[in-house]
């Protein structure tokens, strides 16, 4: 009854038609809370149809029982073994000048953050997995304390016709770009430890930091708005019935 009252308000038709994409985006709640407060525009039935059908699905994901558990052993990581994911940089000595050893860093697309970061609660498991366009993220524990992240290679593509050799689609992201999914298959896992951090190339799929400990403080280097507007996130549960532990 409130989406067919909705439909009977919208003497605006085009501009209702004109709103699908941000309505389909919004809960049926918000949709119908948004037209009782008089917030804007009068919004079609359709559009709460839409969005109810949506959330229903996305909230319906995969069973649980459905889900396969994947162990993935972590290894550590070096210069040699993270090179196609970033660089694991490690102490040099006073005076040493800039060169390929250093974190080669692409801070250019927006004002740089740098600043510690504190995580609760991150136990070794994963299964969303997130990647940044435009910046060269670099983190590394505080202290030392061993930590974990769960990474795959690049996967952004320059446009919608461009596909992976597994049939793999391209999906656009929010921030404007396109990618492949991550294959679940691809997925590593590298242990940090000690006294060094990782440069992640532009682009690297990484879950976590993941750790033992109850909470640990990390260093980030970033841009300021990486994640507010470049922050692109694939869920395997919900889209691959996969989730990753981590053994160590």
Request: hydrophobic share 35%; net charge neutral; aromatic share 8%.
């Amino acid at each position: 009854m409130q989406a067919i009252h909705l439909a009977r308000s919208c003497s605006l038709g085009r501009f209702c038609r004109r709103r699908r994409r941000s309505h389909d985006d919004a809960s049926p709640s918000a949709l119908l809370l948004h037209c009782r407060s008089g917030g804007g525009a009068v919004l079609c039935a359709k559009a709460v149809v839409r969005s109810a059908h949506a959330h229903a699905h996305a909230m319906e994901g995969v069973k649980e029982e459905d889900v396969r558990v994947v162990t993935l052993r972590a290894v550590e990581a070096t210069p040699e073994s993270f090179a196609p994911f970033g660089q694991i940089i490690a102490a040099s000595p006073d005076g040493d000048e800039f060169g390929p050893h250093d974190a080669q860093l692409d801070l250019s697309r927006g004002i740089p953050r740098f600043y510690i970061m504190r995580l609760k609660n991150h136990p070794l498991k994963f299964w969303r997995i997130t990647h940044h366009a435009s910046v060269t993220q670099c983190l590394g524990s505080i202290g030392g304390e061993d930590w974990y992240l769960g990474v795959t290679k690049p996967s952004m593509v320059v446009g919608a016709d461009e596909q992976g050799s597994d049939g793999r689609k391209p999906v656009q992201s929010r921030a404007g770009h396109y990618y492949l999914p991550p294959d679940p298959a691809e997925v590593r896992v590298f242990r940090i430890s000690g006294s060094k951090f990782l440069k992640l190339h532009v682009g690297t799929w990484h879950a976590g930091p993941q750790f033992k400990a109850d909470a640990v403080d990390f260093y980030n280097l970033e841009l300021s708005n990486t994640n507010i507007v470049d922050h692109t996130t694939h869920d395997f549960k919900k889209d691959d019935g996969v989730t990753f532990v981590i053994e160590d």
